[in-house]
């Protein structure tokens, strides 16, 4: 079992800057592959960004590409997303997820493969 709790979530104007994190707790977390997704109102949940389990190999969204950076810190248990020159469409709630099935060695962007996810927390943009 994997208990993921967000946090880091608000309103900001459209491009400022907003870091979130997620705590993780329960399992080894240096085995878990981690990613974001969101899932604005009336849209399907979509992938953002992924990490491998040391953090050396990291995939984005296009949408978000060159503005977004995931990160981790394993003596922590905390993956981040820092979120740049953020836009009104990136409104959404945000979701992380852990993938436990095969070591965090893979990344991931279908949120089927991963095995445990977060609460969300919510990301308001104003233009």
């Known amino acids: 079992q994997v208990q993921l709790v967000e946090s880091g979530g608000g309103l900001v104007q459209a491009g400022g800057s907003l870091r979130l994190s997620c705590a993780a707790s329960?399992?080894?977390?240096?085995?878990?592959?981690m990613g974001w997704f969101r899932q604005a109102p009336g849209k399907e949940r979509e992938f953002v960004a992924a990490?491998?389990?040391?953090?050396?190999?990291?995939n984005y969204a296009d949408s978000v590409k060159g503005r977004f950076a995931i990160s981790r810190d394993n003596a922590k248990n905390t993956v981040y997303l820092q979120m740049n020159s953020v836009k009104p469409e990136d409104t959404a709630i945000y979701y992380c997820?852990?993938?436990?099935?095969?070591?965090?060695?893979?990344?991931?962007?279908?949120?089927?493969?991963?095995?445990?996810w977060g609460q969300g927390t919510q990301v308001t943009v104003s233009s």
């Open positions: 997820a852990a993938e436990t099935s095969y070591g965090g060695r893979y990344l991931y962007t279908r949120d089927s493969n991963y095995d445990y």
């Open positions: 329960g399992r080894t977390f240096r085995r878990i592959g």
């Open positions: 990490i491998t389990w040391n953090g050396g190999s990291t």
